[in-house]
């Protein structure tokens, strides 16, 4: 007849410390074992001390937070969850919202000139394919006022891909930083230093033409290129609102599109200028030195300076 259970409960810490020294790596000193808590069991298990038992009905006690973390302690509220800041200048709301005003003009604007839309594209395939330059006609002061409005719309486009590029260009902690409004009148200073290379363009163009009295045909190189920017802008702005509106580091799809656009606008605008000046027979370095200083000169040093 063997030993009583409770004989063998209290022997077993020993008994499992001693043949399992090695696996288990057990102190063969049972005092390391409080007697007045638990008893380590067959297989390594704890069970009550208070207990002589093994049995699937052993009880656990019931405790409370003061017991285990003291009389003094208490019960910590919960943090609140603070929404992690941006690290995008395009997710700024007012930002966003200025997008969606503009792209609500562009609409408009498509609505209320549909005739000029079309007219504009009619000019340029047919002057285009007849060998005519565009000439201003008598009249045309309501085209003329939607060559305006259009390169308007386009250089606030421009002040919106700067700030879809100005992840590239400022630090992060500095973007963090930034208010809602900061994020718009950076949109609008862009915007504003366009308008300046744009003017400069137009004055050193006038210039010129003062200067070798020559202003029929200067008036012509303007009204090419607004034509050629209105252009521009009516074709690639669906994408462009598109490709604004993309979280960081997609739509590259969009982006593909505008370059190609825009490309496709800029060769048409340099064959036309090359065409007026031939016909006009300008030789061809006028031509070069034409673009490389009022139209290539200006955009590179403000590119160098926002790059700086």
Known sequence: ???????????????????????????????????????????????????????????????????????????????????????????????????????????TLLYRNLSDVRMLIGRISRDTAS???????????????????????????????????????????LVAMLPHGAVLAMSLLATAACTAVAAFQLLATRLIGALTLSQPFTAHIVLLKRTYFALAVIVSSPALLLFALCPPGRGG??????????????????RETLNLFLSKKVSIL?????????EIFPISLLWLLAVR
Request: glycine letters at 10%.
């Open 286 to 294: 006028h031509w070069f030195l034409y673009l490389c200083t009022v």
């Open 131 to 173: 060998g005519q330059r565009l000439a201003e006609e008598p009249g045309s002061s309501g085209f003329s006022r939607f060559l305006n409005i259009t390169a308007a719309i386009g250089m606030l486009f421009m002040g919106v891909m700067v700030v879809k590029y100005g992840d590239a260009l400022i630090p992060q902690r």
């Open 253 to 270: 799809v969009w982006f593909t599109v505008i370059v190609a656009e825009l490309t496709i606008t800029a060769l048409l605008y340099f």
């Open 1 to 107: 007849m063997g030993a009583p259970a409770g004989d063998t409960l209290s022997r077993t810490p020993a008994d499992t410390a001693a043949n399992h020294r090695d696996s288990l790596l057990l102190p063969a000193d049972t005092s390391l074992f409080p007697t007045d808590t638990a008893r380590l069991g067959h297989g390594g298990l704890l069970f009550p001390a208070d207990t002589g038992s093994c049995g699937p009905d052993v009880g656990w006690r019931d405790t409370t937070a003061q017991a285990v973390f003291g009389s003094e302690s208490v019960a910590a509220a919960p943090g609140a969850i603070v929404p992690r800041p941006s690290d995008a200048l395009i997710e700024n709301a007012v930002f966003q919202g200025f997008v969606l005003l503009l792209a609500a003009t562009y609409g």
